[in-house]
């Protein structure tokens, strides 16, 4: 059949975009894309997008192999953007459209987190000196657009001229104009099954039963990833995934002079930090939450818009109020249990998964993509093989430092969220109710693994008993929970 495509690439987010056109370019390969042009949910749409690497940097980061790996990932994405700023440039201005990007950031640190807030800003710092980035210590009242409320200032900043953010939706259509143009098929279609026969892929099953067939296949559906693998694989045989939800939002300006840089607060409790991107001519950016669910959400809820609201407020500009809302938007971060990315060859032959990418992986894809590319191409990819999406979930922690953990997120939360403990009780007191309800979620459920501070976030909020059992049936099966008294 002269029109089979070599490839399928299922998901038209940021992995499935760039997958696709590093597959043309370099493999010259016949890809075909598959993926709902309004991408509900998808992440990489409702994404700032920050380039962030340094930014992203937790008091973690360098802990395990597999932070300094997921760092690195970051490193190489560093090198790839560049040329990719000026091949969409290329592409913007055929378009007739400049292309937007936001070259640098100031991380600000104030006093409206917890702890937490302080590790991550000296992690950051840290960082920037042993890779020898350019950055400087910066007063706060030299930031162009920060305003704000007087208890909410920052207390340090610091200037990254090498990190700053793009356009998402500028971004994903440019691609998506490349990839026409260089013959990729797209199609605004979605995935119902990968199918495989004779033990081997040969393609994928739309919606409306079409099946397009390939020897290749790339699942990089977001935060569906690992249901649409189920229908393909041994279920125990690549890890849960959660969704991380997120709200973010796109205001216009009704006075006052623009942000000009990234404005952003290190990583916070079980969530990215609070960030504000400029998108030119006084639109703004403004995100963005993240509470993980068992199924993806297409929707936010008032909590967490008003929580967003508050913060921006307080924490960034006290004028925000006045600014007309253009946007909300609503995005799933696709998370694995063990919070790291999956990518590589799964068990049946062909099939292929590039996932898991969390809070960075619009920055992370370039690099993802041209691994993901090589690999189907036969060659060796820019990195090993720690992210094999068969793997085992990797241990970032043990049960009791996860409990520990679990009570500083928790507790630097509680008072970003604004919440106040009396002055006659010790905030001690509310972080040992943390550490209390994270050791009773271990007890009843017999998880013999640490758990990450926001799946437990999940576990012990989850209003959704689905979310406890799904998780459980595989770690069980895994060997890394009890299993229930009547099954022993
Ligand atoms: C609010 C928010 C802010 C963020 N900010 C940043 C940031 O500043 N910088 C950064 O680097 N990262 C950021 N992230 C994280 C980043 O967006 C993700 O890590 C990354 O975009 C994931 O890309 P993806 O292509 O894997 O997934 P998605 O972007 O979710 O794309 C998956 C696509 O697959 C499609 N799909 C799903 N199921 C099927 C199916 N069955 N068949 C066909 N198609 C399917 C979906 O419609 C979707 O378009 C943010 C995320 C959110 C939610």
Redesign the pocket.
């Known amino acids: 059949m002269p029109d089979r495509p070599d490839v399928i690439v299922?998901?038209?987010?940021?992995?499935?975009?760039f997958t696709a056109r590093a597959l043309a370019a370099t493999a010259g390969a016949r890809v075909s894309l598959?993926?709902?042009a309004?991408?509900?949910?998808?992440?990489?749409?409702?994404?700032?997008?920050?380039?962030?690497c340094f930014g992203e940097v937790t008091k973690d980061t360098f802990a395990t192999e597999a932070g300094r790996a997921k760092f690195e990932i970051g490193l190489l994405a560093d090198e790839r953007w560049p040329a990719v700023l000026d091949e969409l440039a290329e592409t913007a201005a055929d378009e007739g459209q400049r292309l937007h990007h936001v070259p640098s950031t100031h991380v600000v640190l104030n006093g409206c987190g917890g702890p937490l807030d302080s590790l991550n800003y000296d992690a950051v710092v840290d960082a920037l000196g042993k890779y020898r980035r350019p950055w400087r210590e910066v007063g706060v009242d030299r930031i162009p657009g920060y305003h704000p409320r007087p208890d909410g200032r920052a207390l340090r900043a610091l200037h990254m001229s090498g990190e700053g953010?793009v356009d998402?939706n500028q971004v994903i259509g440019l691609l998506e104009e490349r990839l026409r143009r260089s013959g990729v098929r797209i199609h605004d279609?979605?995935?119902?099954e990968v199918v495989v026969r004779a033990g081997a892929v040969a393609g994928v099953r739309l919606r409306g039963g079409e099946v397009l067939e390939a020897e290749q296949v790339v699942v990089?559906?977001?935060?569906?990833?690992v249901e649409?693998l189920r229908t393909a694989l041994d279920p125990g045989e690549v890890q849960p995934m959660l969704s991380?939800?997120?709200?973010?939002l796109v205001t216009q300006r009704t006075h006052g002079p623009s942000f000009e840089t990234v404005v952003r607060t290190p990583n916070r409790g079980g969530a990215?930090g609070l960030?504000l991107?400029p998108l030119g001519e006084g639109r703004e950016y403004i995100?963005?939450?993240?509470l993980l669910s068992p199924r993806p959400q297409t929707l936010g809820t008032i909590g967490t818009a008003s929580a967003i609201l508050d913060q921006v407020a307080r924490q960034l500009d006290e004028t925000a109020s006045a600014h007309t809302i253009v946007q909300w938007?609503?995005?799933?971060?696709?998370v694995s249990l063990d919070g790291f990315p999956l990518v590589g060859w799964t068990s049946v032959p062909g099939l292929y998964v590039?996932?898991g990418?969390?809070?960075?992986?619009?920055?992370?894809?370039p690099a993802l993509a041209a691994h993901a590319a090589a690999e189907l191409a036969g060659s060796p990819g820019l990195f090993g093989p720690v992210f094999a999406p068969g793997r085992t979930p990797i241990r970032s922690w043990g049960v009791e430092e996860s409990v520990e953990e679990y009570a500083l997120h928790m507790t630097s939360l509680w008072f970003e969220l604004g919440g106040r403990v009396p002055s006659q009780i010790s905030s001690g007191a509310l972080t040992d109710n943390y550490r209390e309800e994270a050791r009773s979620l271990y007890r009843r459920t017999g998880i013999e693994v640490g758990m990450g501070p926001d799946v437990l976030a999940c576990l012990t909020g989850a209003r959704d008993p689905a979310a406890l059992t799904v998780l459980l049936r595989y770690l069980r099966a895994a060997g890394l929970a009890e299993q229930p008294v009547a099954a022993r």
């Open positions: 299922v998901g038209n987010g940021a992995l499935g975009l598959v993926g709902p309004q991408r509900p949910g998808g992440a990489s749409a409702a994404a700032g997008a920050m380039l962030g953010a998402g279609e979605s995935v119902e990089a559906a977001g935060s569906r990833t649409l991380g939800v997120g709200v973010a990215c960030h991107v995100g963005a939450t993240n938007r609503v995005g799933n971060r696709p590039l996932s990418t969390y809070r960075d992986g619009f920055h992370a894809a």
